[in-house]
């Protein structure tokens, strides 16, 4: 299963922003309306006021007469941050190979490829980023069965085919870049949930196939702490994945990172669905029956990464198996989620990064 390049996890996605749509009625009311004076009477109430204000500027202090003219604009005036953080490579020497040159691939194939999977599906009108699933059959459920948690994943699938879902669609940036693909792979992710389950569908093709591929993740809310289930979605039939996911996925679903700035579909919908990744609970990995986990070794104990990933952190720790999102997260400035680290601390990284196990 390549890798569902896109979902990532909550420190990571703390950084990205949030949903900034506008659209709060302000409630002014109109006011009657004052006769006009004539142009004799404006120019003779507005000579005296001329007057007293070159008398007020006289007496203000410099950088007061520079801020009433203009001048820098103040924190309100400038642009606001962006809500998609540019993936821009930091030069940190942890990529295991040069950042992928996209220049040639154009925002036009972008829209094109994407609109393939059917353009009844995507980029639709939004007020909440999660689609709100019918409440679970059972009421006092502890603990998904398998039949349940395959029954969400081929129900989400069939949302998102019917258009009845809000899919972000994007170019991703950790499972185009590096060497996993290193070819534009395109995704569209959509989000939904009820009392009982987060339910996630990654709906993905790599530049220069003809076919998408369904993947799914089912967060079961049920059980302390919650269990995240894996699988590949053919139709009906559902194979859950374990060894292969959880290279990218040691905590869960990663925060939306795109490629380009410009390979994005709706970047408010984005950082949505990101805050909602952040907003998750601490959960584990489900590796499922007859796929035994391997021995990763000891997990990261570098105290810049372990402050979060760790057993008693905001996140589960981290192997040398999660090295392809770490290099890549690291190297283009999404982790740490708060600052950058130091060159002694990416040192310190690279050279735990290639320890030969």
């Known amino acids: 299963m390549p890798p569902p390049g896109n979902l990532r996890n909550r420190e990571e996605a703390n950084e990205a922003a949030g949903n900034r749509r506008v659209g709060t009625a302000l409630g002014f009311k109109s006011r009657p309306r004052h006769p006009v004076p004539s142009r004799v009477d404006v120019w003779s109430i507005a000579f005296p006021m001329k007057q007293v204000l070159l008398l007020l500027l006289a007496f203000l202090p410099l950088h007061s007469v520079v801020l009433l003219g203009g001048g820098t604009p103040g924190p309100a005036e400038s642009a606001a941050p962006p809500l998609i953080k540019p993936a821009v490579s930091t030069a940190t020497g942890l990529l295991l190979q040069p950042p992928l040159d996209l220049s040639a691939f154009t925002t036009k194939e972008f829209e094109e490829v994407s609109a393939s999977v059917g353009p009844e599906k995507i980029r639709r009108k939004w007020t909440s980023p999660v689609t709100t699933l019918p409440p679970h059959s059972r009421s006092d459920v502890h603990g998904l069965t ?26 991703g940036l950790i499972s185009t870049q590096e060497d996993v693909i290193r070819r534009p792979m395109y995704n569209h992710i959509a989000a939904f949930s009820n009392a009982v389950v987060r339910v996630y569908l990654l709906v993905q093709q790599t530049a220069g196939d003809k076919d998408w591929s369904y993947f799914s993740i089912v967060q079961d ?20 994945e374990g060894i292969s996911c959880y290279k990218c996925h040691s905590s869960g679903p990663l925060a939306i990172h795109p490629a380009r700035a410009d390979l994005v579909s709706d970047a408010p919908l984005a950082a949505a669905i990101s805050r909602h990744i952040a907003d998750q609970p601490l959960s584990r990995f489900h590796f499922p029956d007859g796929e035994k986990p391997p021995d990763y070794g000891k997990p990261m104990a570098l105290k810049f990464c372990s ?37 002694a601390e990416i ?5 735990w990064l290639d320890q030969k196990p």
């Open 146 to 171: 398998e039949a349940e948690v395959k029954a969400y994943m081929v129900e989400v699938c069939r949302l998102f085919d019917r258009g009845e879902s809000v899919p972000i669609s994007d170019v």
């Open 221 to 240: 809310l049920t059980v302390d702490p919650p269990l995240d289930h894996f699988a590949q979605v053919i139709g009906p039939k559902v194979k859950f």
């Open 307 to 343: 402050r979060c990933h760790d057993r008693d952190g905001d996140r589960l720790p981290l192997f040398r198996v999660h090295s392809h999102p770490i290099r890549i997260l690291v190297d283009f400035g999404y982790m740490p989620p708060k600052r950058s680290l130091t060159p």
């Open 347 to 351: 040192a310190e990284l690279k050279a």
